[in-house]
């Protein structure tokens, strides 16, 4: 552009004021007394009424600023945008799906779904769909062919006919082409390639937006909040905005923390005090006669008016303060008296006082749970006759008289009562033997020598043990054996019902109780 001047225009060394109807310059601008050139790109704006003009940034305000509507933000955090600065716009709340042959990527990005093996979308300019090959391949005279890369095939002319199948075509004469058969609207040519222009099947969708996507063109869905239906407790504002439902009678959400949370106000039935019951506000001290739970109060319980009645074996003493409810020094009228039955040790102790001893009347102890000093914890009987003959070495009496028992204390008495004969000056030897452990007992020596006959006795013999070092409440396992010096000697029991016979063979275990002496 020329401008050219038709008045007077002084040096750079001075101001003057010109009047002109063009100016033509070939050299620079210099605007304030600085002589300043400005900066490249800068342009010549007005500072306004009065002011000198100056150099600025090539940039405008737009007039009318653009607000950020639903689901719209700026990264800067700004309300809206007035191109004075650079900003991003974000977009949020859009939730889109796929469905058949459609893909989303990101939420926002909308891509067919190929199984990259016969058909993906990198053809073309890199973004469109293409075939790859068909999903099942032509063989011919062993050859394959799927249409992943190009072949020839030769075919001889004579005695030689082909036939296609789906989606092969092969055309009439003495030389039948053979093509691709495709439909021209899902699948067409792409110079020589075969592309897909569409899906055969449309996606129509509804809402904020409206429309159908069949892969030919291009398609961009908006979407905006998906609606959302209130139950009960829950409402709905007109910006989709979710919040509960309050009666600001019991409960409101605008207590507690940053005054969005819900807060209890105060339960919906009071508690009213009753005689000799006080409520107090404990903020100031104010007597109050009921409490919701909207104020703090302390709660307490009149002394005096307060009448106890004792029940059975339960009196009450008023003689001091407050008054003792005591429990009887006799107990009557009880039905029973059952103590905890959960591991921990109980007890029943009676009086210790000189010749003053607790005593029990009318009990009954015959239950076999009882654990009494000195009781029978076994007892086996040999009723029908048996002799049992007696060798050099220990042998068992008879399985049947193999005895378990629960040790009550650390002693046991054993007794085994039956007619022995030791004849012609023979040693006769008992030992208890455990037959679980498959040895001789091993908390006491019980091997012990019983019997000596010189002539031609059968006497009845009574073979004793004594067993020590036991654990109350533990079972233990018995059985008694015997040997003699010199073969043979014999042990008779039983009489099978005949008068004059042999008397039983008895075999006992006591007790032996916490009094016992060792010397």
């Avoid at 062993?142 to 036939?163: M, P, Q």
């Avoid at 829950?234 to 979710?242: M, T």
Wanted: contains cysteine.
């Amino acid at each position: 552009m020329y401008c050219y001047n038709k008045g007077i225009m002084g040096s750079i060394n001075g101001l003057k004021n010109i009047h002109a109807t063009s100016i033509q310059n070939a050299g620079q601008f210099y605007l304030g007394n600085n002589l300043d050139s400005g900066a490249a790109g800068q342009v010549i704006i007005s500072a306004g009424p009065q002011q000198a003009a100056l150099w600025g940034s090539n940039s405008a305000t737009l007039p009318g600023a653009l607000t950020m509507g639903t689901n719209l933000s700026l990264a800067s955090g700004d309300a809206s945008f007035d191109g004075t600065t650079a900003d991003t716009i974000n977009a949020a709340g859009l939730s889109i799906t796929g469905g058949n042959g459609i893909s989303v990527v990101g939420g926002t990005e909308i891509l067919t779904d190929n199984d990259n093996t016969t058909i993906n979308n990198s053809g073309g300019t890199g973004q469109q769909n293409q075939v790859l090959k068909v999903p099942n391949a032509l063989t011919i005279n062993s050859t394959t062919y799927d249409g992943s890369v190009a072949r020839n095939f030769t075919l001889a002319t004579t005695d030689t006919t082909y036939t296609g199948t789906v989606p092969i075509a092969i055309s009439a004469g003495p030389v039948g082409a053979i093509s691709l058969d495709y439909d021209g609207d899902t699948l067409d040519l792409d110079g020589a390639d075969l592309a897909v222009q569409k899906v055969p099947n449309t996606l129509t969708f509804t809402g904020y937006d409206t429309g159908t996507y069949d892969g030919s063109t291009a398609k961009t869905i908006n979407l905006e909040n998906t609606e959302y239906t209130a139950g009960n407790g829950i409402q709905i504002s007109g910006s989709n905005q979710i919040q509960t439902k309050t009666d600001n009678q019991t409960i409101r959400d605008s207590g507690g923390g940053s005054g969005n949370n819900l807060q209890v106000i105060k339960v919906p039935n009071t508690l009213t005090a009753s005689t000799n019951i006080i409520f107090t506000n404990t903020d100031d001290g104010a007597a109050e006669t009921s409490y919701d739970g909207s104020q703090p109060i302390t709660i307490t319980a009149a002394s005096s008016g307060t009448t106890y009645d004792g029940g059975t074996n339960i009196n009450i003493d008023t003689s001091t303060t407050p008054d003792e409810i005591n429990l009887d020094t006799s107990i009557t009228g009880q039905t029973g008296i059952t103590f905890l039955n959960n591991g921990a040790s109980t007890n029943l102790t009676g009086s210790n006082y000189p010749n003053k001893p607790t005593t029990a009347t009318n009990l009954d102890l015959t239950s076999s749970t009882n654990k009494i000093s000195g009781v029978v914890l076994a007892t086996k009987i040999q009723q029908t006759y048996m002799r049992r003959d007696i060798g050099t070495t220990y042998i068992e009496y008879s399985s049947n008289f193999r005895t378990s028992f629960v040790a009550q204390s650390a002693s046991v008495m054993v007794e085994f009562y039956a007619v022995i004969a030791a004849y012609s000056s023979k040693l006769f030897y008992g030992g208890l033997y455990d037959y679980i452990n498959s040895q001789f007992f091993a908390t006491s020596q019980t091997q012990h020598r019983f019997k000596f006959d010189n002539g031609l006795d059968q006497d009845p013999t009574s073979c004793m043990w004594y067993l020590t070092g036991l654990t109350a409440g533990t079972t233990y396992y018995i059985s008694p054996y015997f040997k003699s010096s010199k073969a043979t000697s014999y042990i008779y029991a039983g009489n099978s019902g005949t008068a004059g016979s042999f008397a039983p063979g008895i075999l006992r275990i006591i007790d032996g109780g916490n009094n016992v002496d060792i010397y």
